[in-house]
């Protein structure tokens, strides 16, 4: 994990206190959170300030039960441009260590928010910013989005497990021994962001995500990813009773009928029927399961 990246600091006068001091902004509405990093005029730079702040805002949506899934972006040019070196200036190695923990805390928050997260990044995404990007499950970024990995080359470690994981330890250690910039198109190659889109959709396919993923059972969302967190974890084996223990928890919930059910009325096209076949030919929505995965239907 990640922490210590490009030196970042405010304009020296620039903002007005309440941008000097939010650092963080979430504002949730049907069922949609939207966080912001708001410390643009230094570029997104983390400091010990935003480290609070990230985790407590994931914290209070990991609690809040109307919250169905969190974008997160940034303002101004750049999504992150790492590390605030700056305050670390006459600082003690205690003070530093105390801070790195903070920013592991609020990577940490990220990643283990029960409801998806998906990061929307641009710019210039450095150090912190990347394990930021790689603590959300997964990330669209704008075609000028750029990824840097410099901790080495700043006398300390960072970001040795979190990008391993993804891209695998060879390349993650080309990226992290050399500090070279990987282009948006290389990242989606590698799977650090899943697709790419011009600068100017990137916040319409962050709605667009988020629409789709809003309107599923909460609790089966919830146990998706952590079937799989938990399942990377470990061997298939296991991997497969996490799977059905996962299952049970969503029969005994009975959410499982709601997705039968708005299955069913799509089929119908609203009608509410309970028979016939669509244009394929398959079975209707009634009829295509009963409930405990004897049959499964796509929809198209």
Same mark, same amino acid.
Request: aromatic share 4%; charged share 30%.
């Given at each position: 994990?990640?922490? @210590?990246?490009?030196? /970042? %600091? &405010? ?6 206190? =309440? +941008?000097?001091? #939010? *650092?963080?902004r979430c504002d949730v ?34 609690a809040d039960d109307d ?10 040019? @750049?999504?992150?441009? /790492? %590390? &605030? ?6 600082? =003690? +190695?205690?003070? #530093? *260590? ?53 901790? @080495? ?17 060879? *390349? ?121 995965g004897s049959t499964e239907?796509?929809?198209?």
């Amino acid at each position: 994990m990640a922490d @210590a990246e490009t030196p /970042g %600091a &405010d304009t020296p006068g620039a903002g007005t206190p =309440d +941008a000097e001091t #939010v *650092r963080v902004r979430c504002d949730v509405a049907d069922g949609v959170a939207r966080v912001r990093l708001a410390r643009p005029r230094a570029r997104n730079a983390v400091d010990l300030e935003m480290c609070l702040r990230l985790r407590a805002v994931f914290e209070d949506l990991d609690a809040d039960d109307d919250v169905r899934v969190v974008l997160l972006s940034a303002e101004g040019p @750049a999504f992150c441009a /790492g %590390a &605030d070196l700056k305050e670390r200036a006459g600082r =003690d +190695a205690a003070w #530093v *260590r105390r801070r790195r923990q903070a920013s592991f805390a609020a990577y940490d928050a990220v990643e283990r928010c029960r409801r998806p997260v998906v990061a929307l990044v641009h710019g210039a995404v450095v150090g912190s910013g990347g394990e930021i990007t790689l603590a959300a499950d997964f990330a669209v970024a704008a075609e000028d989005t750029t990824f840097r990995f410099p901790e @080495a080359h700043w006398g300390t470690v960072g970001a040795t497990q979190r990008l391993q994981r993804v891209i695998g330890r060879r *390349r993650a250690k080309e990226l992290l021994f050399t500090n070279r910039v990987m282009p948006a198109a290389e990242a989606a190659d590698l799977g650090v962001v899943t697709r790419v889109v011009p600068g100017d959709r990137l916040a319409r396919a962050g709605e667009e995500i988020a629409a789709s993923i809003a309107g599923a059972p909460p609790l089966a969302m919830a146990l998706t990813k952590r079937a799989v967190d938990l399942g990377g974890e470990t061997d298939l084996d296991r991997g497969i009773r996490i799977e059905m223990a996962a299952i049970e928890q969503c029969l005994a919930d009975g959410g499982w009928r709601e997705g039968v059910d708005r299955f069913a009325r799509r089929r119908d096209g609203g009608r509410g029927g309970t028979g016939g076949t669509d244009g394929a030919g398959s079975t209707d929505g009634h009829g295509g399961t009963d409930g405990h995965g004897s049959t499964e239907e796509e929809e198209k």
